[in-house]
């Protein structure tokens, strides 16, 4: 089984639109939770923090579930230039692991 | 350029050739990782350092080796590169470990195909 699980999409969004999507992890004593953005193949930056409590930064909202063990990402208003792929990692030990990612198109 | 960079970016090598692949940052961050992904796979873990003459391995470090000795470098090399290691690196650098400021900063790549 991996340690994060993603759903692959794409997910294809007209402008405007609000989509999410979550991750899935496996490791229970998991102690820190990111979300990671990736254009076409070129190097993951970091997209933000995920806390306990949930946290938005502009148009994103990350929230966490430790109870069921899931990160959820929702993207409001889209922008085409949200198009790019999510990783979900999630952090033990002080090593990341990362999810194979989730596609978005956002679509004019 | 400040930042952290990587070389060569594209390569093309032979099974049973030797392979290293740079990486190079000016930031002073302590920590230093390598990974590599492939479809279908996030990025895993090769190998990693905590400070200059400080390495571990991490879930696929076969086939891989490492140095470090000096803060703003990290080569990987392959030994003898096989087929299975074709893919795509990426060297990362952190200056902390600690929880939600654990951001790693990548470089931009080394597409490495294997013949």
């Known amino acids: 089984r991996k340690e994060v699980e993603q759903d692959p999409g794409p997910f294809n969004v007209p402008e405007g639109a609000t989509v999410a999507f979550n991750c899935t992890y496996s490791?229970?004593?998991?102690?820190?939770f990111f979300w990671y953005r990736q254009d076409c193949r070129k190097e993951p930056k970091l997209l933000m923090s995920v806390y306990s409590s949930g946290n938005e930064d502009g148009r994103f909202t990350a929230q966490l579930n430790r109870a069921s063990q899931y990160i959820s990402l929702l993207i409001r208003d889209s922008k085409l230039s949200d198009s790019a792929t999510y990783l979900c990692v999630v952090m033990y030990d002080y090593k990341l692991s990362f999810g194979a990612g989730t596609t978005v198109t956002v679509r004019a | 350029d400040a930042g952290i960079t990587q070389s060569p970016r594209y390569k093309i090598t032979e099974t049973g050739r030797q392979v290293t692949l740079m990486c190079h940052q000016t930031w002073s961050h302590s920590y230093m990782f390598w990974y590599r992904q492939d479809l279908g796979h996030g990025l895993r873990l090769i190998y990693y350092?905590?400070?200059?003459?400080?390495?571990d391995k991490g879930e696929v470090p076969d086939g891989y080796v490492v140095s470090r000795s000096k803060t703003e470098n990290f080569p990987l090399t392959l030994e003898s590169a096989t087929r299975s290691q074709t893919s795509v690196y990426f060297c990362?650098?952190?200056?902390?470990?600690?929880?939600?400021?654990?951001?790693?900063?990548f470089g931009p790549g080394t597409r490495l195909t294997v013949l």
């Open positions: 350092s905590a400070a200059a003459d400080i390495t």
């Open positions: 490791n229970s004593a998991s102690q820190s």
């Open positions: 990362a650098s952190s200056d902390s470990l600690a929880g939600t400021y654990n951001e790693q900063f």
